[in-house]
């Protein structure tokens, strides 16, 4: 016990200092262009849980007396900390100076009002959601048509028309031009879509055909507030390639799964980071001229990635890390518990309340909604 106890410590002081060595890569990935390197994105999306793992293993070394190892995981989260407060923030909500002039908006990736939990129940559970969240505005990804019952789960025209009457105000969906067709909004208030047009970009053919998001318009009771829905480019991966890290159970199926990580799903990753880049960028610069915008939806990327990071250097808010304590998740499946449903803002007219994941388990998103007030 006296040679091996030495050892398991040396050991456990390297596997430590590893540890919060690659929390601070993660920490800074998003701030590498993933147009030159993958592999710092990658790590980014692993930040929360690696932060909590550098919390938990300094506050071990602390308690066990090592005060030095401590100190080197408060340095790392502190050093780590202009992304760490994106990430797992420590705000609460606010109250409003004025109730009247508040609203409510919800995200909602909703798998086309699928049910991937209880398909067999009757009726359809993610419309029933939608009427009583009585938020004021609904934002959709992956919904085409609301009227064909070949694409929603259990379609009735009694449930649709219950819909209907919850939301007089609908825009987008079937029917654009361009590849945005799974967008729709819901609202209590006037909608309308907005029509797009970037002078940088009037050269490049094929930038409407890959656009991922839509400009809509609510009035809020004489408040014209600008709103973006969009739904960036995925990864792309097959469900045998989201199971990759689950059907890890020994050294053999560690060395098939990093085979396929390294040669199938890296290079998909990395393109997947590059498209989502130019995807955003477009976005902000098609919106520059909106001082006041909200612009939500499933992000498909992480705080403090470097997409996040363009919306945030482009005077961007992100409502979840201003009203929220700690970590969240938004995406649900394949043990990638990842927070990729984003809801920016930027204007002075704009104040940002209160954020909430719902915990409804029909799509592979969860809803989230934030709470707005209007100032004068």
Known sequence: MIIISPLIRICLKIASIVLFIVTLAACF??????????LPSVLALATPYLAILTLIVGLAWLLSGRILMGALAGLTLFLGWGTLKDVTPIAFSKSAQDEKRTFRLMTFNCLHLADTTMSEQPGNRAI????????????????LNFEDPKEIHHWSRELIDSLYAAYPY???????????????VLSKYPVAELPIKNKDLEEDSYWEKRRRWRLFEVDIKGFKLPIVDFHMTSYDLTDTEREVVTEIRGVNTAKKSYKEFRYEIFPKLGEAFRTRAKNVEEMISSTSDLSTLIACGDFNDVPGSWSYRLMRNAGFQDAYPE???????TFNQFLFLFHIDQIFYRGKHLRALKTKRHRINTSDHYPVEATFEILP
């Open 128 to 143: 029933e959601f939608l009427i009583k969240s009585d938020a004021d505005i609904i934002c959709l990804q992956e919904l």
């Open 170 to 184: 609908r825009a987008g969906g079937r029917g654009a031009s361009y590849y945005g067709v799974d967008l729709q």
């Open 29 to 38: 990935g998003g701030k590498c262009n993933p147009e030159y390197v993958t």
């Open 323 to 329: 009203t929220s304590f700690g970590p969240t998740n």
